[in-house]
Nanobody
């Protein structure tokens, strides 16, 4: 069992930065690929970024490449999302996610655990 708790969301002006954190409880943190999804009002939840359980492979949505960076800290059981050059279209609720299984590095084959989400609002 893994519990995910996000923090770090807030209101920022366009061009600004935020860092989201995801605290993962449980001793099996290293067994999971981790990632972030987001859902804007009236839209479906979409993939943003993922990092493999080894930390050696990352995948980014085209819309955030070059602006967002994911990292994980095994000792602390944390996953971070550094978001730079934020745009109004990045406004959404951001969810931390954990997935398992071979071939699921991009978290496209199912999510085992979701966090409760944290709101990010980017003003123009």
């Amino acid at each position: 069992q893994v519990q995910l708790v996000e923090s770090g969301g807030g209101l920022v002006q366009a061009g600004g930065s935020l860092r989201l954190s995801c605290a993962a409880s449980g001793r099996t943190f290293s067994m999971y690929h981790m990632g972030w999804f987001r859902q804007a009002p009236g839209k479906e939840r979409e993939f943003v970024v993922s990092i493999s359980r080894s930390g050696g492979t990352t995948y980014y949505a085209d819309s955030v490449k070059g602006r967002f960076t994911i990292s994980r800290d095994y000792a602390q059981g944390m996953v971070y999302l550094q978001m730079n050059s934020l745009k109004p279209e990045d406004t959404a609720v951001y969810y931390c996610a954990a997935g398992s299984g071979p071939g699921n590095l991009a978290l496209s084959r199912g999510i085992d655990y979701w966090g409760q989400g944290t709101q990010v609002t980017v003003s123009s």
